[in-house]
């Protein structure tokens, strides 16, 4: 039974690790080569007003999205610490564990799906 658990703990591990490393390397990509390059060439001196609106569009867009994922990088963050202290992938409602498939498609989910849809105000699959 031990054996199950550190099992489990080493698959969840390797999955969360994996979607932290994917999840840096989209941001330094979307960051350093896309917005680095392709924006600030196109838009180095605007011309009339509306170039800059969308200069600036284009530069809140980008921090909205960075942002957005700096919050799931601190999320993983979380999960990873949990996953330390044995307590990612239990449901924070009803404490039983959660499904690995559901952790492999949701990795920083904190409920079950039975209790994430009371929350949303849904009828339970099981």
Request: net charge negative.
């Amino acid at each position: 039974m031990a054996g199950d658990k550190k099992t489990r703990q080493e698959k969840l591990k390797k999955a969360l690790m994996d979607k932290k490393r994917k999840m840096w390397s989209e941001l330094r990509d979307e960051i350093f080569n896309k917005l680095g390059k392709e924006y600030n060439k196109q838009f180095d001196s605007p011309q009339d007003l509306e170039e800059q609106s969308l200069i600036d569009l284009i530069e809140d867009t980008g921090l909205a999205i960075a942002d957005m994922r700096r919050e799931e990088l601190t999320k993983m963050d979380e999960a990873i610490t949990k996953l330390e202290d044995g307590t990612y992938g239990v449901c924070e409602d009803c404490e039983s564990e959660i499904d690995e498939e559901r952790l492999k498609a949701v990795p920083l989910t904190t409920c079950c799906v039975n209790c994430q849809s009371k929350k949303e105000g849904k009828k339970p699959t099981l």
